[in-house]
Nanobody
Framework: QVQLVESGGGLVQAGGSLRVSCAASGRTFSTYAMGWFRQAPGKEREFVSAIVWNTGGTFYGDSVKGRFTISRDRAKNTVYLQMNSLKPEDTAVYYC??????????????????WGQGTQVTVSS
């Protein structure tokens, strides 16, 4: 069993920055990739970013390209999402996910086996 715990969310003004983290634990944690998704009230869960655990290869959703950066610390089993130039439309609950069943569908939420509880990010205008 894998547990994912997000942290680092909060309230920030538009144009500001925030970093959220996701720590994975479990006796034998192993994953092909980890992803970040977000969900705003009344909207579907949206792909934000993913990182391939071994190679560090990264992928981003169109709405965050150039503003967000995903990274990972393999020794700590932790993935980070650095969010810069935040906009009010970035307001959402941010979730991390692990163990995708299909390595070519990292942007699809239901491909992931494990999810964190989410952390709220609120960007004020």
């Amino acid at each position: 069993q894998v547990q994912l715990v997000e942290s680092g969310g909060g309230l920030v003004q538009a144009g500001g920055s925030l970093r959220v983290s996701c720590a994975a634990s479990g006796r034998t944690f192993s994953t092909y990739a980890m992803g970040w998704f977000r969900q705003a009230p009344g909207k579907e869960r949206e792909f934000v970013s993913a990182i391939v655990w071994n190679t560090g290869g990264t992928f981003y959703g169109d709405s965050v390209k150039g503003r967000f950066t995903i990274s990972r610390d393999r020794a700590k089993n932790t993935v980070y999402l650095q969010m810069n130039s935040l906009k009010p439309e970035d307001t959402a609950v941010y979730y991390c996910a692990a163990n995708p069943r299909n390595p070519v569908r990292l942007a699809t939420p239901n491909m992931y086996a494990y999810w964190g509880q989410g952390t709220q990010v609120t960007v004020s205008s």
